[in-house]
């Protein structure tokens, strides 16, 4: 797939998933490797990396969200090269609100906006 494809498809994606669990109420997003030193709450306007992989083909997933200054920029800084799409995107946490599968709604959730590919791992590079 094409970056600028990939770009345009991830812009708007909510920053949760089955690697991220945002504070939907608050509407805050962890990052991944402040979570330790306390305050890792992301808020919208906040400029993040994040990891997403193509889960199955079927779903781009969020794997993490960092904050911008820890220099996160290739799919091997975070995480190991699978039989799958993965990219890290740099972004803009924007808030739009979320909609979820079972129809919950969250009026504070945050999106990725502004969405820059920083790196792409095609699902070849994985066998």
């Not at 991220?20 to 990052?31: A, I, K, L, N």
């Not at 502004?114 to 590079?125: C, F, I, M, Q």
Request: charged letters at 20%.
């Amino acid at each position: 797939m094409e970056s600028e494809q990939i770009a345009r498809k991830l812009t708007g994606a909510v920053a949760g998933g089955l690697g991220v669990t945002p504070d939907y109420e608050r509407g805050r997003v962890p990052c991944a490797l402040c979570r330790a030193e306390g305050d890792a709450a992301l808020a919208a306007g906040d400029r993040v990396t994040a990891a997403l992989r193509n889960y199955e083909g079927h779903t781009w997933e969020p794997v993490a969200v960092y904050c911008r200054s820890h220099g996160i920029d290739q799919v091997t800084d975070v995480m190991e090269v699978l039989a799958e799409e993965q990219v890290i995107l740099a972004a803009t946490l924007e808030p739009t609100g979320y909609l979820d599968p079972l129809s919950g709604y969250h009026p504070n959730a945050l999106s990725f906006g502004g969405v820059e590919l920083l790196d792409y791992s095609p699902t070849a590079a994985g066998y």
